[in-house]
Structure formats: C-alpha cells, structure tokens
C-alpha cells in the first residue's frame, strides 16, 4: 500500500464535515492535512509532527491553504505544545508509536481537547504483520487512559493490514 492509499484510507474513516475542527499527530508530509482542509469551509485542522524537516514539507504542500487559515502547523511533541484550540471534533495519529508504548500523559492531553461527543481516531499499519497484537495493546493503553472503545476497523491493505482504533473519551 502506498502512503496516499493509507492516507486516503484514514481520511475517509474520519468522515469531515465541513465544520469539523480536527487535531492530526504525527502529520509528516501533510497528505491527510491537503485532503482533510479541501473539505473544510468553516472548519480548520491543526496538525503537529516533532519533526521540523516534516513540517517544512508540510507547509510547502499547503501553502495555499494556511493563507486560507484553515490549516495551522505546529512543530513539537504532543505532550510538550501549546495547542492554539479546544474542542476538536477529532483528533488522529497514524504510525505514532507512543499510543502503545506508555501514552497516559498524551491522552489526557487528547481527552482534554475533544469536545464531549468528539473521537479519537488511532491508525497504525506496522511494517509487518502484527497488526492485531499492536492493536490489542493499544485498545489496553487507551482503556488505561480513560478512553472507550467504541469501534475496532481493520483494512487489508498491502502489504500489510492496517487498523482504526474510534475511542471516545470517558468523562
């Protein structure tokens, strides 16, 4: 599967409607940014990634679209950024390794910038096949963090499956 089929993927998964405001963890290059913010009218997305060399990359594919303000780029760690929202509608990382290591800081970061009905949305397609296993233990790290479950998506995808975790955050 090529990055644009997973990306692709991710983005119709998270159905944005136009007002959505979306939170994107690990945005890389931008792809998912690109498509998302096409969708958006009065809505916007703000997308981090630790690394400024994939910021940079983000930036130049979206330049037209941060003139629009509907896209904001912020270069750190989750647990270490000032956030300019609250209340994103969703939130999602895709391949962000910390949701199976020991993420309770990152979601209470995350459960305390959804709005009460908004969705945690967690991707991952490892670059081999122990995708159920990841999956397991990251719906155990998400429980830990005070999160349901409300939907466990996986997708055959080569060459490799991927996974969807939806969770809500219990209040």
């Given at each position: ?30 792809l998912a ?10 809505g916007k ?32 760690k989750l ?93």
């Amino acid at each position: 599967m090529t990055t644009n089929e997973r990306i692709y993927w991710a983005v119709s998964m998270l159905d944005i409607q136009p007002s959505d405001r979306v939170l994107e963890i690990g945005c890389g290059a931008g792809l998912a940014v690109e498509q998302i913010a096409q969708k958006l009218t009065s809505g916007k997305i703000t997308a981090i990634d630790q690394s400024q060399a994939m910021i940079t990359m983000a930036s130049k594919r979206n330049k037209e679209l941060i003139a629009t303000e509907k896209v904001v780029l912020l270069t750190g760690k989750l647990a270490e950024i000032q956030l300019p929202d609250q209340g994103y509608d969703k939130i999602f990382a895709f391949n962000v390794s910390v949701f199976w290591k020991n993420p309770i800081r990152e979601l209470q970061i995350i459960a305390s910038h959804l709005k009460p009905d908004g969705a945690f949305y967690l991707f991952h397609q490892p670059p081999y096949d122990i995708t159920k296993q990841i999956a397991k233990k990251a719906s155990e790290q998400l429980k830990k963090g005070n999160f349901a479950i409300v939907q466990t998506i996986f997708k055959a995808l080569p060459p490799v499956a991927a996974f969807c975790i939806i969770a809500q955050a219990i209040r």
